[in-house]
């Protein structure tokens, strides 16, 4: 089993910065590729980035050029820096950990407003 905890969320004015950070408890962090979902009121949750546990990474097209995701797996966490943000990615943020199975953290609100 897997508990995932999402923080670092907020409101940030457009063009701003915010960086997520997902700390999982359990063993094997390592072995799970670990990514970030969104989902905005009314849509569907759809797929931000992911890394693997080889560090290969993939990105959605939205997000290419300004978001970043990366993985300590010493402290069994993975982040996501989010640059040059937009009002379009408003959403709550999920982090994900999938190996043979799959855990979702609580989710963590961001906010892009002036």
């Known amino acids: 089993q897997v508990q995932l905890v999402e923080s670092g969320g907020g409101l940030v004015q457009p063009g701003g910065s915010l960086r997520l950070a997902c700390t999982a408890s359990?063993?094997?962090?390592?072995?799970?590729?670990m990514g970030w979902y969104r989902q905005a009121p009314g849509k569907q949750r759809e797929l931000v980035a992911h890394?693997?546990?080889?560090?290969?990474?993939i990105y959605a097209d939205f997000v290419k050029g300004r978001f970043t995701i990366s993985r300590d797996n010493a402290k069994s966490t993975v982040y996501l820096q989010m640059n040059s943000l937009k009002p379009e990615d408003t959403a709550v943020y999920y982090c994900?950990?999938?190996?043979?199975?799959?855990?979702w953290g609580q989710g963590t609100q961001v906010s892009v407003s002036s």
């Open positions: 994900n950990a999938y190996s043979l199975l799959e855990f």
């Open positions: 359990g063993s094997a962090f390592s072995r799970y590729t």
């Open positions: 890394i693997t546990n080889g560090g290969d990474t």
